[in-house]
Each structure stands twice: as structure tokens, then as C-alpha cells.
């Protein structure tokens, strides 16, 4: 349902689900991250009037201490946060309301150096009165919203010619080496010509 992707890694999906509303992801490396970006993999929508608030908690040794960064929804599937300034911010953005929502997730099993990305879906009314950190949205919005943009509808338009049905289910699945064709060769493009994707629909 959700994906992460960070520049120069593959996209991640490897959430952990620890309630019916609740999903959460290691980030490693999370010291050499700047910037993440969030979005829905087009499998499942969120239910009507419901959004995903996404939250991000810095590696500690006495667990999570969330910071809203946004939202994404329906109409709005992917969203990009520039995290790298919320470390000195952390101990006065933290919220008492996403520790709590997040209290199912057993961080003890977490590697102290990996941060944590945390997708509550929730009423888009509650959404909408979250407080997001000014050092969350990028500068550059509207260039980085075109790019993800672009890029996500290259990789969804990718990987999903390459679906096959597992036997005996309803069940969709896409194998992991499209998955790394495609990143093989998005690099190699962008390496060529780094404003090739302003050239795509």
C-alpha cells in the first residue's frame, strides 16, 4: 500500500504493519538522508474522507518520539519531506498524540541507528489540524512535486506491465528484479541527462 523512496536506494515497501490503522518502516543510514519521499503504490486507496499522516522518529535508545510531516491522500498520493533539519528540532516537535498512536510498535527490536517512518491512517478533519514543521516542505516544491511526480508515474507505468497473478489468488505481485531493472536504468538516465524527465508526459 505504501512505499518510501531516498535518492541513490531502491524504493522500500517493506512496512511493518503493528495495528489495523498503523504502518511503520526503518530508515537506515538515516544520518546521510536529507530528503524522503512517501507514496501510496496504487494497490489499495484509503478509505473515503481517511488520509495517511506520516511520522518520523530520529534513532533512540527509549524509543519513538514522533514528528508529524505531512499527510498524503487520495488526491494526493506522494509527498516529499526534507527530514535532515528535524534532529535539533526533535525534543520540541515531538508529539505525545503519535506516541501514542504508534504505541503497538515494539522499537526494542529496532536497530539503534535507523530512524523510523510512521503512516497512521486517520479522518482527513484530524489531519487537517496537524501542526507540520516549517523545515519539513522543501524550498524547491513545485520543481520537486513535478519530479517525483514524473518519476513515480515512470516507475508505477514500469512495474506494473511486468505484473503476474499468483496462482490460485487475487493476488498481484511484480518481481523484484523490474523493480531493479527499472532503478538500473532510471540512474543511468538521469546520469546521462539529468533533466531527461522534463522531457516525459
Do not use: C
Not at 512505499?3 to 531502491?10: D, F, K, Q
Not at 514528528?67 to 487520495?74: E, F, H, M, S
Not at 493476488?171 to 540512474?187: C, D, G, H, M, R
Amino acid at each position: 500500500m505504501f512505499s518510501i523512496l531516498i535518492a541513490g536506494r531502491l524504493p522500500q515497501v517493506n512496512f511493518q504493519q503493528v495495528s489495523e490503522t498503523q504502518f511503520v518502516i526503518p530508515v537506515s543510514d538515516v544520518d546521510h538522508v536529507n530528503h524522503l519521499v512517501v507514496f501510496m503504490t496504487g494497490q489499495i486507496p484509503f478509505p473515503e474522507n481517511y488520509g495517511g499522516g506520516v511520522y518520523f522518529s530520529w534513532p533512540s535508545t527509549e524509543g519513538p518520539s514522533w514528528i508529524y510531516l505531512g499527510k498524503i491522500t487520495n488526491t494526493k498520493p506522494s509527498a516529499i519531506f526534507r527530514i535532515n533539519k528535524l534532529k535539533d528540532n526533535e525534543s520540541k516537535t515531538g508529539s505525545g498524540l503519535a506516541s501514542a498512536l504508534f504505541s503497538a510498535f515494539q522499537h526494542q527490536t529496532a536497530i539503534p541507528t535507523d530512524g523510523l517512518l510512521g503512516i497512521s491512517v486517520e479522518p482527513l478533519t484530524q489531519l487537517e489540524q496537524q501542526v507540520q514543521p516549517s523545515d519539513v516542505t522543501p524550498s524547491t516544491v513545485a520543481s520537486n512535486v513535478e519530479f517525483v511526480s514524473k518519476m513515480l508515474n515512470n516507475f508505477v507505468n514500469y512495474v506494473t506491465s511486468f505484473v503476474q497473478t499468483v496462482p490460485g489468488t487475487s493476488e498481484q505481485i511484480v518481481p523484484l528484479s523490474i523493480v531493479q531493472t527499472w532503478y538500473t536504468n532510471f540512474q543511468r538516465r538521469i546520469t546521462e541527462n539529468p533533466n531527461f524527465w522534463k522531457q516525459t508526459n
